[in-house]
């Protein structure tokens, strides 16, 4: 008995029995959140935070309409929103009275932005794409890491190291190293970055751990660099 070939359907003969089910689909009406997103015609990181506050973090209108007022309506307009400054806004908001513009926003609420301003700047400053997918699956984890981030602090430097001697270089230089990566740098960086080596040649960016990251996406140059390089710390 002859084998018969059997040839798979050319994709271009399968798009109008997909086309015919989409449009047998009557059009599901849009979600609140979006009618809200259209009239504002936001675009971009606008229209992904407002998604990310209205709908997966489900602040009222009122709450969302107050943040945009106050600066906040972008992605990157949470990057580097240091956990004080949060609360401070948002308990300001809170004790204000309605009919001086105050809203309420709760203890989850602070939490939530909390959450996902650590999310965002944390992204950032390893040179990382913005996995918002990622942030969604694991929201309760970036909300105990902000709240870790928060009581450790910036302050718990290490003793300074004493002064140099030649004959004990290295152990001077190790010392150095460890005062400056235990201080948080105006970038967000350990202040270490100042003095960092070069990557050996085919290092995996994603093999990297956190706080090397950090370390290699802060920049040599600029404003930030100039003023961290010229602090005055181990004199």
């Known amino acids: 008995m002859n084998q018969m070939n059997v040839q798979p359907a050319p994709i271009a003969q399968a798009v109008p029995v997909a086309a015919a089910v989409?449009?047998?689909?009557?059009?599901?009406?849009?979600?609140?959140?979006?009618?809200?997103?259209?009239a504002l015609t936001l675009q971009g990181e606008h229209h992904l935070l407002?998604?990310?506050?209205?709908?997966?973090?489900?602040l009222n209108r009122e709450q969302y309409a107050k943040l945009r007022e106050e600066g906040y309506s972008s992605l990157s307009d949470l990057v580097?929103?240091?956990?004080?400054?949060i609360d401070s806004l948002l308990e300001n908001l809170s004790n204000r009275p309605?009919?001086?513009?105050?809203?309420?926003?709760?203890?989850?609420?602070?939490?939530?932005?909390?959450?996902?301003s650590r999310f965002?700047?944390?992204?950032?400053?390893?040179?990382l794409s913005l996995d918002l997918n990622l942030y969604r699956q694991e929201v309760n984890s970036y909300i105990?890491?902000?709240?870790?981030?928060?009581?450790?602090?910036?302050?718990?430097?290490?003793?300074?190291?004493?002064?140099?001697?030649?004959?004990?270089?290295?152990?001077?230089?190790?010392s150095v190293y460890?005062?400056?990566?235990?201080?948080?740098?105006?970038?967000?960086?350990?202040?270490s970055y100042v003095i960092r080596k070069d990557l050996e040649g085919g290092t995996?960016?994603?093999?990297?751990?956190?706080?090397?990251?950090?370390?290699?996406?802060?920049?040599?140059?600029?404003?930030?660099?100039?003023?961290?390089?010229?602090?005055?710390l181990i004199l």
Request: aromatic share 12%.
């Open 98 to 116: 309605t009919t001086r513009g105050g809203k309420q926003f709760g203890d989850r609420r602070i939490k939530e932005l909390r959450a996902l």
């Open 144 to 174: 105990t890491y902000a709240e870790i981030d928060a009581e450790i602090g910036s302050d718990n430097a290490a003793d300074k190291p004493g002064k140099f001697k030649y004959a004990s270089w290295n152990k001077w230089e190790e």
């Open 50 to 58: 407002h998604e990310l506050l209205r709908n997966f973090h489900n």
């Open 22 to 38: 989409a449009a047998a689909v009557p059009n599901q009406p849009l979600a609140q959140w979006e009618v809200e997103a259209n």
């Open 178 to 191: 460890i005062y400056l990566d235990s201080i948080i740098s105006k970038n967000g960086a350990p202040l």
């Open 120 to 127: 965002i700047t944390d992204r950032n400053c390893r040179g």
């Open 204 to 232: 995996e960016w994603e093999s990297l751990d956190r706080k090397t990251q950090q370390l290699y996406t802060a920049s040599l140059e600029g404003f930030t660099f100039n003023i961290d390089s010229n602090r005055d």
């Open 80 to 85: 580097k929103w240091k956990y004080k400054d």
